[in-house]
């Protein structure tokens, strides 16, 4: 009776060890906070990536926190996140104080970035003034125009050693985007990771850039930053690729690969 009694004992010790030890590896890895829009023409893009980057954080043990607007983000707020994720959220309508911490935790290497299409509609629009910071950002930048109905492409990957294009084949198609135009390319203040081929435009179109980056990083901040272009089609998230590219970035940006 003894004996039974100690091995139910040790039994129930092990269960509670293997249910804390559980608890312990379900440690969130690392935090990262969303910017995203929650109306106008990129909605059904947002209401498709929302759950996808939910799935991906209970799956990988990160913690994820979503903001609709820039009218919380400063210092104190940043300092909580290993990554900053701006879902197709414009360079507009910021604070001084959000653009200053923005612009403080890409300076300071203490958490990561990845922005998303919208993130380069930089210009004068709806009242507000260019950021000329973020336009350096992105490689000294100005938007002037884009396919308004749409056009699929195909993507080139230029630097295949980066990680996160791991897994990625050396092309893949994108379909249903808009393909924005820029004053000029980035390529010479920005390290260029996949670019799209306009020769592959279907239907064909007379808007085009040339030399037209739309994957970049700029390796002159000391945070981890990455911007992809495409985001604007919701079509994105049964794209094995791009998923693939989404999924890789988040963990780089993190610095957890």
Known sequence: MKKSLIIIALLTICFFQADCFAQK???????????????????????????WLNKLAIDSSFTIDYIENTKTINEALLSKYQVFIQLDYPPYTWSE???????????????????????????????????????DFMGGIKFVNYIPDFAN??????????????????????NKEEWYIYDKSPRENVHVLASVDESTYEPDSKIKMGDHPVIW?????????????????????????????????????????
Do not use: C
């Open 25 to 51: 590896s379900k440690k969130s890895k690392f935090r990262a906070l969303v910017l995203y829009e929650n109306g106008g023409h990129h909605l059904e893009f947002t209401k498709a990536a929302k759950p």
């Open 97 to 135: 104080e959000s653009m200053k911490a923005f612009q403080n935790y890409m300076a300071s290497g203490k958490g990561g970035w990845i922005g998303l299409h919208h993130a380069t509609l930089l210009g004068e629009f709806d009242g507000y003034p260019m950021w000329k910071w973020f336009s």
């Open 217 to 257: 990083t700029n390796d002159h901040f000391a945070s981890r930053n990455i911007y992809i272009f495409t985001g604007h089609s919701p079509e994105l998230f049964k794209n094995e690729a791009y998923t693939t590219l989404l999924r890789n970035s988040i963990f780089w940006a993190a610095n957890k690969n």
């Open 153 to 174: 492409a195909k993507v080139n990957i230029e630097d295949k050693s980066h990680p996160v294009m791991k897994g990625i084949p050396s092309d893949f198609f994108v």
